[in-house]
């Protein structure tokens, strides 16, 4: 069994793959179009795809920037909901919320990890992202759920769940898609130089 010892040109597709990722991680716009949209989207969804922004924010932007976008998301979110929404003003409104900002803390946390595999081209980052999506979403909910059963209540159905799940994998796909081109864009301007 041989291995195919990669090319000049593999490489120099690497590195400019590489490059492109750590212009857009690095910079301030992708960060704050994340945390817009994300906080926009408070207004079309009482509970906003928080794994989604989570599993993207972690893939696409640098930890500290990361943790930073999916709690602002977060919080846009409850400040909404406690306002515009009126949400109730209860223990247990509180302590979902919270909840939902440790989970979404933790999930951004997780997917900043990165292996080593999804930092070198577009087949691993998209590996990770899918498994981003799909852990987030387990471990996401997985805390929601425990939540309810200790606060005994506000059971979700398998379809509520699955509707859920399903908002948050259009999410990222269309989040994905917008990052992608900009990568696209970025490395085609990067090779005419």
């Known amino acids: 069994m041989s291995t195919k010892s990669p090319t000049n040109s593999d490489l120099s597709r690497l590195n400019l793959w590489q490059a492109s990722w750590k212009a857009i991680a690095n910079s301030i716009w992708w960060q704050v179009c994340l945390i817009a949209v994300g906080s926009a989207s408070s207004?079309?969804?009482?509970?906003?795809?928080?794994?989604?922004?989570?599993?993207?924010?972690?893939?696409?932007?640098?930890?500290?920037?990361?943790?930073?976008?999916?709690?602002?998301?977060?919080?846009?979110?409850?400040?909404?909901?406690?306002?515009?929404?009126?949400?109730?003003?209860?223990?247990?409104?509180?302590?979902?919320?919270?909840?939902?900002?440790?989970?979404?803390?933790?999930?951004?946390?997780?997917?900043?990890?990165?292996?080593?595999?999804?930092?070198?081209?577009?087949?691993?980052?998209?590996?990770?992202l899918t498994a981003s999506v799909v852990g987030g979403y387990a471990i996401y909910q997985g805390s929601i759920l425990a939540i309810a059963q200790l606060m005994g209540g506000h059971e979700l159905s398998s379809t509520i769940l699955w509707s859920i799940f399903v908002k948050d994998v259009i999410w990222t796909v269309a989040l994905a898609a917008v990052h992608g081109c900009i990568l696209v864009a970025i490395s085609k301007r990067s090779r005419s130089f």
């Open 43 to 128: 207004v079309i969804y009482p509970h906003v795809p928080l794994v989604s922004f989570a599993a993207v924010a972690g893939n696409t932007l640098t930890r500290k920037k990361a943790l930073i976008s999916a709690m602002s998301i977060w919080f846009a979110n409850q400040l909404y909901g406690f306002t515009i929404r009126q949400y109730p003003h209860t223990l247990e409104s509180f302590t979902w919320g919270i909840a939902m900002g440790v989970g979404t803390l933790l999930v951004t946390w997780l997917v900043t990890l990165r292996p080593r595999f999804s930092r070198y081209n577009w087949q691993g980052y998209l590996i990770w």
